[in-house]
């Protein structure tokens, strides 16, 4: 840790600004935490070097996202300069996880390989799109490709060992649907 900034992996992403709300600096945050309002609990919120820091307060709560006062942003135009910054904590600050349990700052940049040990591919994210987290892998062959994180895909994890034993999901394990190779009119599967 050179002058005084945080190497990447002591910082944990939490949240990111996505827009500013009103005219008085407020402005509307995602949290990644699982309980939202917990993303200012851990204290200090910073950027991604470490070196800006960000004292919030929520004020409310709107189609799932935080409404929330940073110290410092008293009007729209300085809320909407934060657009898109993203907010970290020190992991130091954050609850020890339990067994299976990692933050997806544990998972990016795991190598991924397959039961047999062959090698597949690099997390590249973890994403939430409301079904459940998906890992994105970009594959050793070139390409990349989207794995959901269960234990049926992704049986193990090894941290120390830096690797995510994966089983992609194959053809054969689709669920066969009566006409499922028949195309609606919308181009969907009946």
Known sequence: MKDGTKQASDLVLVGVVTAPHGVRGLVKVKSFTEEPSDMVAYGLLSDQTGRKT?????????????????????????????????????????????????????????????????????????????AGDLLEVALDDAGMTYLPFTREVVPTIDLVAGTATVIPPTEVDAVEVEGADEPDAQGEDA
Not at 74 to 85: H, P, S, V
């Open 54 to 130: 960000f004292q919030m307060d929520i004020v409310g709560e709107a189609k799932g996202q935080l409404i929330v006062r940073m110290d410092g942003i008293a009007d729209r135009n300085a809320a909407e300069d934060l657009k898109g910054q993203k907010l970290f904590i020190h992991r130091s600050a954050l609850p020890e996880t339990e067994e299976d349990e990692f933050y997806h700052a544990d998972l990016i940049g795991l190598r991924t390989v397959l039961a047999d040990g062959s090698p597949h591919g690099l997390i590249k994210a973890v994403y939430d799109f409301g």
